[in-house]
């Protein structure tokens, strides 16, 4: 059993092409093709693994050209369907200083959001592989959503293929955190490592921790949902936001009982999206790559660090990029 | 009573921004917006007249930036409504010779086509207009679009606004031509100008016409179309389509059993999208100024043709840059 | 009686289209058109005030697409007059770290600058308008637009329509600053609200005020000028440069004798054009609203930070997008 | 046995970016990754084929980039090889009217050209596989580049994979036309289909032939071609140049004896580059599907016109694009 | 004495960057420097021969980038002065088939135009020259312009250096046709070869000629001509505007009374601008090569038509690839 | 004598044009053309110093395109070489915050590292000149690069022009840092001005120094570095690398056992790439200037700082814009 499988939806993200320009205004949108779980099959392959992303997509240029984007970088896409109407569809301005980036979102009517009942075989599509990667987005696009999400995380978890699962709450797309609650106990009960952060935490679980600073925080909350949820491993971010364009980033790991902080990092942001996704990526390249905890943290917080300098969704650096990050060279001292 | 008012959908129109680059290999697209009524608006605005387009839009930076194309070129737009989920969008691939253009049309769900009956108060918004242009596209998009495409038309034959209807006919909306032909006998029955070409009479009302070309054809149509609808002013186009970069077109006019035929220009194609639109629009011009018919038609063919000339939907031609082309001087000189 | 006027001239802005890019070696410009006055009306006009703005522009398609560029933005420009033989321009070399940005003007001779008298029938434009806002360039343009901008000025007074003055001084335009200052004593004698700094008043009325601050100063300024200048109503910037890409910010109000700060900004620079014209639209905006002194400067400022994030001369940011700022929301969390 | 492999050299694509510009003044080049080999394995694989392409490429970001761009299209590149100093490059100035297109190529020391005996092995890469494409550029790159390409074709000759051969002539890539006859012959005598036209037959072997048209020419040369090389499939094609603009096409297929020749197609040029390769892509993609000659040459020439309307060198259309030209609908409707 | 000599205006020049977009809604200007005397300096420098330009130019970025412009290609600009208030603009809206391209000049008050009498050293410029080429623009800038030209064209005269003017005619920079010809009239008294055509020789000298086509009618015009100017060297073009994107092009040449007519070109337009300044440098570089009328008049002409398939003003292209043209290979047929 | 020379490569220079893009997903690279001694010669161009740049470039479009780069400042090329098979390249992903700038080269086989024995004519180049300015980067090309350098240094010193010499060192041009030590004494021994910094020092000659800072260190560094070398004008560069986008700079200079320490600049980085070679530039016109050892390194260390902030490798800035940086005066306020 080798190789990563991640199943959710990508779509496209279009963005003024003129830096600081506002939507309004613009008149040429940069193409991209993004969505959490796609990022993180996106990084993983950059990384040097096996991977495969599922989906529907519609039958036409848009959908092609996603699944595209991701083959470029070797991500496998042969389980992923076509059909549907239409991609989801996000628009992104991209803050600077004191003004922040707004996201637009027009993905209702997705293919993926209206999937029927067994499109997916997942029996098949998990055959062989050694990793299932989930997030809390994919089950609230629709009810068959949900549902395929946790058919993937049982099928996954009797194959005995692990299955990580990222606790991320996006408000708007639930009618409220109770029912978001119910499917991610349901998904997290499968689930072997868990990404999250103390804000979706306190979204959907409205759990608070007390503590001097976000690390203290962030620790309790570990320990808190290592007992609750009766998972062994998790990471979780820390974000403090400075402004749009600085931000003071760690991570915290958690496995069997010992936790350990990574080094902060203080950068100037380019791209703020998807660095969750590389984060997760990080650590589940480290989860494959057998490191120890501490290891594993440095190098998933360096990829987080690392993905706020490039434009775009996807973290397509590569295992020696992070390291070099990782082992403490922030110099920028030119590569020739 | 003065003015034009157009009602329908305006959408996001994205093409890939590298000429003759495909939406599959596109990392940019040009951004515009457009639709069969404000693509009209826009064009009798530069023409000088006084126009209102009326529509909904979602309360997001697209929603507005398609008002700000339209308000930049004069066109109003007080009585539009803001709300609902999304806009159109559609991906034009510009084609090129032998290679045909191609559109990807994601306009379910649109604000306008979720509208609730009561939305518009068209005897407030036709209240001292003299003109209202419909399409047949509009009532496609929805039931209720198509009851208030109706309404509105009724209304304004009520208070005396002069009705245009471009029986345009999307075959890709409607689940068959019965129930495009039942709704735009309705709009018909209001209707006092008509725009139509023998190949969209053919796929609505099935009517065909003998005769030893395409001119012929289309005089017996139009003969016909006033008999059958009890239209008195109607102009068709003619298209010949000699490629995806050359057409060759001309214009027919018919005012109480008159009919005058324009001359034929053989153009290069930049972009043909709206061009139909902008026959409409200056033809209606053309009835603004109370133009005899053979001046009418020879404007509104003048625009037809100069508008594929122009990239993106609208022409925004102005009536002296129209008039050049009508008087025949087609040499291409420069303007200094 | 309702709405803002806005008097002056509209430029074509031209700056290298490649970020940090130089004019000497760059081969594609981005194009905006912009003025302090016309600054605001677009501010005003997206904070959702009815405005128009009054000018003169040549009769060709740049002076078009000048007025095109407020329409967008929903501004009107009924009374603007065209004519004359060219469009005012300017070029920016945006700056960035120690490099200063560098404008160079070509604004002589411009449409505006060779009005006649009598062009502009100010009873006429004025009617029925509630504000006027007036800058310290136009009447630096040409003698009879030194004249317009006042009888705009008394005249607006005459029909009770406030006045207010941004004390904006530009070296270049006039012979010395005796001249500016016969002016501008001319137009504050109908000013009911007055913008400005510490440092135009040194430049055009040599007054210098002691403080171990700059707020100290500009406080001392307020008082001073209110006196002289017989003004109720004041808004000055403080701007600390610290270098081309990073400034800090504050805005100081006065009212009937009541001086209030507001809270300082650190912003990293995007475009610092038009800043001072976000502030002076985010303060008539509060006026407009009726807001209390403390609300006004605090919006105003937040305003002024704002528009340092956004590429252009114009700031079209909402309300709503304000009110964040002026809250305290400075940590650029992503708007979903 | 399934799926076709081709082998060659794919190098860096360079052209100014703004239409008609030339290198001397062009300050923004577009990126591409093509090569004649490479071109053909994204042709099939775009027409729904399994193909795999091998070649050697730098270690670097623009090697990664290269195997990225066949990825993107689904071709797999898996024995593709990772080593050598740098990528093959050359600069396009597409020409337009009577000014030719112009190449400058910069591919000496390229990571192929210098591969060493022995790097790649054959019968692993051959096991499998249907279909092996080779062209007369890459055994004209090196001498070890000459011996893999014989190598190759006599490998899969022995398995039982079908051998197709592009006889490409790059006059500068030869000391002279004898060098590559020998070559030549000795890929020929393991070809199964032989892709070409007169000029090439003339260039290497010096063959002319009579005929009071290209297309008798062509025919005369097939026939002799097929009894001096013993081949029994061949597919050519004849192009008319008429300008950089417009060219006049067709293709003349040849199996057992029997010899049939395509519609002509008059296009306008886009970008000329790959046509051939598009041809032979079509061609090698009837014989995958077991078309009858007639369909076979039809489809390919389809190809062949069809890619002078795309930019870049590669044939990115579908089988049901191409079918529509090759059916004869060249009018250029739109398709929505 | 060796070495051209042009003399004149060297502009801004503007054009929306997207093709075929129109200035109203550009948002981006591509940016070049042109004109007329300029554009012939770069061609004769392209061509190999040593060229100075002289001209007045402000002394800031725009100014600089001007200069820059020549001397990228070789051209010296030693005797160029710097000062004044602004460099000339103009804005070209390219057209296409039926639209023609649009200009707007904004040239009022440019350096050059506001020169002072003796601000050039004639003498000193004019030592060790062979050619000295002046046009009609020139002297319609400002009176002092006008007797600058004459002036250069005496001291030319006087110092045995051979003058060449070009007759171009700009009705809107003349107060009537007189003042351009009493001013002319003094030009061409000191000049040796007159570049022209039927055009402008009606619009200054009212004169028009008898024949049944263009060519009849110009070597009537270049008989007269001789007569009445007394010149005995002349190249006179003809061009018939098919439309904006197609032109047939010939010209004609006239030696010691030999005339002879070059051969006719079919070409698609690129950019129709300096394709007459392209003319005149191939003549004049064929002067300096001292080659037979026959030759050099088929060798302007080539330039002539080669230069409309360049976008800018200035044909960049060698001799080689002229005389490729002129030698009648129209095949388009790409160089490697 | 008068006028400066500098020898060495320039290289066509490929950059993603869309910021913080990679190699890897760039499809449009920004095209410059640069090298360590032609970005000197730029420089001097800008500050007002007559300078020529020696070096061969092939005789193609590229060839062309890098003189053009550099005439267009008004550097002379005359003595520059055509001939050879290709332009050096390289290919830059520009760093950001914790992510480093990356430089893939590709520049063997270069034209000017083909050259033969004689192709510089070094008394015929040198003569009349007053400076001649050289880099380690020139002798690493090829054993006959490096014997040129020290053939063009030696003849320089005989003839009385002053050498000046940049001790760059690229580690992966070398088979080992004592292959590299040779030949830079050697060039050393004629050298009369030695830049470097305590890094490259380090790096050839394996000197470390002890010392509380980098200052102290670097001042060591210049007086072992006089007494070893008998130089006895130098000027060394202090950078800390705070990261990719934020950089500390000083600069040493010494002259005659004097040394002296420039003010320290905290810049933010647009592009760290021909920073070293505007410190230089700065400090050879200070020494054509006859300026004091202060105010000379004071303007060199102003000229490396400016230069950070402008995008590409060449600092195209004026001597007056570089004088108010030194003069202290960082407040980037805008100059208008």
Known sequence: MKGFITFGEIMLRLTPSYKNERILSSNQFSVGYAGAESNIAVSLACLGNEVEFVTKLPNNPLGE????SLRQYGVTTKNSLRGGNRIGTYFIEIGSSIRPSRVVYDRAGSALSAIASGEFDWTKILSNKKWLHLSGITPALSKQCAEET????KTAQDMGVKVSFDLNFRRSLWPNRKSARAIFDNIISSTDILFANTGALKDVYDYSFPGKNKEDQTMLAMEKASTVFGIAEMAFTIR??????????????????NIIRSNTYQVEVVDRFGTGDAFAA?????????????KSIDFATAAFAYKHTLIGDVNTSSEQEIEVIMEGDLSGHVIR
Chains 1, 2, 3, 4, 5, 6 share one sequence.
Do not use: T, V
């Not at 050209?65 to 595209?68: C, K, P, Q, T, Y």
């Not at 946790?150 to 995380?153: E, S």
């Not at 402004?243 to 980033?249: C, D, E, G």
């Not at 990080?282 to 501490?294: D, I, N, Q, S, V």
């Open 65 to 68: 050209a996603a699944l595209a």
């Open 282 to 294: 990080g650590y589940l390249h480290a989860l494959g790559r057998e490191w120890p905890l501490k």
């Open 150 to 153: 946790i058919l993937a995380a």
């Open 240 to 257: 403090e936001h400075q402004s749009a364009s600085q931000n003071k980033l760690c991570g915290i790991g958690y496995r069997n009982g």
